[in-house]
Nanobody, 122 residues
């Protein structure tokens, strides 16, 4: 069964940084488009960033553009979300998801992790 597992969440101060990791079990992440999503209490889940299957294309929500960076490490079968200049409004549960190549375009992914909590507070 295909599984993705997130890690790296925690508490950060405003202006600080965290790096989230998305690791795969049972498949190669390079074969899939990967997306990062987040859901804050009382809000709908939103797409934060995505990387194409080839890794050649990335996209970001306007709210995180210039602050977050998505990347792949094929050797480690891991996708990262580097989050800099964190703001309190970035507080949410962050999810990693894998999908077919078209998921990069549609934001519709097939395999989801359990999420990791990110809290930005002083």
């Amino acid at each position: 069964q295909l599984q993705v597992v997130e890690s790296g969440g925690g508490l950060a101060q405003p202006g600080g940084s965290l790096r989230l990791s998305c690791a795969a079990s049972g498949f190669t992440l390079d074969d899939y488009a990967i997306g990062w999503f987040r859901q804050a209490p009382g809000k709908e889940r939103e797409g934060v960033s995505a990387i194409s299957r080839s890794g050649g294309s990335t996209k970001y929500a306007d709210s995180v553009k210039g602050r977050f960076t998505i990347s792949r490490d094929s050797a480690k079968n891991t996708v990262y979300l580097q989050m800099n200049s964190l703001k309190p409004e970035d507080t949410a549960v962050y999810y990693c998801a894998a999908g077919r190549w078209s998921s990069y375009i549609t934001w519709e992914f097939d395999y989801w992790g359990q999420g990791t909590q990110v809290t930005v507070s002083s």
